[in-house]
Nanobody, 118 residues
Framework: QVQPVESGGGSVQAGGSLRLSCTAP????????MDWWRQAAEKEREWVSG???????FYADSVKGRFTISKDKDKDTVYLQMNNLKPDDTAVYSC????????????WGQGTQVTVSS
């Protein structure tokens, strides 16, 4: 199983930046993609961004222009650079490996808290 582990969450003021990391050993060799999701208190989980095995990136409209997803194949790590953070970005951010379950993809990390104060 390709099991992701997030890191890099924290507390920042509005307008600040954070970089989240998601490390998933085997992520590259098993041809998984990676999505970032977030869930704010008392709200449904929301898709944020994704990157395919070929490096094609996708963003939710709410974060487009502020967040950048990237990956380091050698480190089996996907990054989410978050700039110009807003209080509405406060949530638990989780990564999810996408792709064929038989290849070990399709797993969730434990999540990391991001808190943005006004």
């Amino acid at each position: 199983q390709v099991q992701p582990v997030e890191s890099g969450g924290g507390s920042v003021q509005a307008g600040g930046s954070l970089r989240l990391s998601c490390t998933a050993p085997g992520f590259t060799s098993n041809s998984c993609g990676m999505d970032w999701w977030r869930q704010a208190a008392e709200k449904e989980r929301e898709w944020v961004s994704g990157i395919t095995i070929d490096g094609i990136t996708f963003y939710a409209d709410s974060v487009k222009g502020r967040f950048t997803i990237s990956k380091d194949k050698d480190k089996d790590t996907v990054y989410l650079q978050m700039n110009n953070l807003k209080p509405d970005d406060t949530a638990v951010y989780s990564c999810h490996t996408t792709g064929t379950r038989s290849a070990g993809c399709g797993n969730w990390g434990q999540g990391t808290q991001v808190t943005v104060s006004s």
